[in-house]
């Protein structure tokens, strides 16, 4: 007898496999319209369908080539001046609207940065070891002062 797992939202594993699945061919969908190769990106696409949706997605794609048209709009450079490629213009409107969307509480903020901001961890620093030809201090015994 095969036993059936459903989780709290009431869907079983198959559909959630399911899902993953479209939301992976989504993503790389979208990351082959946007010509992004490397892995980062690709990944950060991925959070966006994940935690957004296809459908949410998809628009903002839609609109990155409305904007991506237009050379003099805001959203096309960056603040040192550079023009943006479709996927930078791709990354800074999802960015914008999700913003609006932590603001109106449809999402979290800590939802937001770690599907929205990309960054690498920060190298940690390692303790500092102490200097092996340096004199041991001793201590004196007060009878020998």
């Known amino acids: 007898m095969l036993i059936q797992v459903r989780f709290e939202d009431g869907s079983t594993e198959e559909q959630r496999m399911k899902d993953e699945e479209a ?39 839609r609109e990155s080539r409305e904007w991506a048209v237009n050379p003099t ?18 990354f800074a409107v999802a960015r914008a609207r999700a913003s609006g969307d932590v603001l109106s509480g449809t999402i979290k903020r800590r939802e937001f940065f770690r599907c929205f901001t990309d960054r690498p961890p920060k190298p940690r620093a390692l303790p500092a070891k102490p200097a092996t030809n340096a004199p041991i201090a001793t201590m004196e015994s007060p009878a020998e002062a």
Do not use: C
């Open 23 to 61: 939301r992976r061919k989504v993503a790389a969908e979208i990351a082959a319209a946007l010509s992004e190769t490397g892995e980062r990106p690709r990944a950060q696409i991925r959070r966006i369908v994940a935690l957004m949706g296809a459908e949410w997605t998809q628009e903002v794609l």
């Open 73 to 90: 709009a805001v959203m096309n450079t960056t603040k040192s001046g550079k023009r943006r490629t479709l996927g930078g213009l791709f």
